[in-house]
């Protein structure tokens, strides 16, 4: 049973940073893909980056490359989330999700996901 619980959520202008973090309560953490989804009012949960158990596999929707990086500590049982250049698009809920398997990058594979944590990007 994996346990997830994002942070670092919160108000941002456009143009600037914000790092979400979710840390994972599996003793197996390195053996588990993970990725991040957001959902805005009225849209459908999508996935933003995902990122093998290992760490040496990632993926980026197209509208986040070169702007977000997807990383991890195995040690720490943390994924991180740095997030760039920060647009109102972005404006949504994310959540930390995590597979059974070593890699996966789609709602499908995921089997547990933590609360969300808030991300609006306004000036």
């Known amino acids: 049973q994996v346990q997830l619980v994002e942070s670092g959520g919160g108000l941002v202008q456009p143009g600037g940073s914000l790092r979400l973090s979710c840390e994972a309560s599996e003793r197996t953490f390195g053996s588990n893909g993970m990725g991040w989804f957001r959902q805005a009012p009225g849209k459908e949960r999508d996935i933003v980056a995902a990122i093998s158990g290992s760490g040496r596999v990632t993926y980026y929707v197209d509208s986040v490359k070169g702007r977000f990086s997807i990383s991890k500590d195995n040690a720490k049982n943390t994924v991180y989330l740095q997030m760039n250049s920060l647009e109102p698009e972005d404006t949504a809920t994310y959540y930390c999700?995590?597979?059974?398997?070593?890699?996966?990058?789609?709602?499908?594979?995921?089997?547990?996901w933590g609360q969300g944590t808030q991300v609006t990007v306004s000036s």
């Open positions: 999700a995590a597979g059974i398997r070593g890699y996966c990058a789609d709602r499908a594979c995921m089997n547990y």
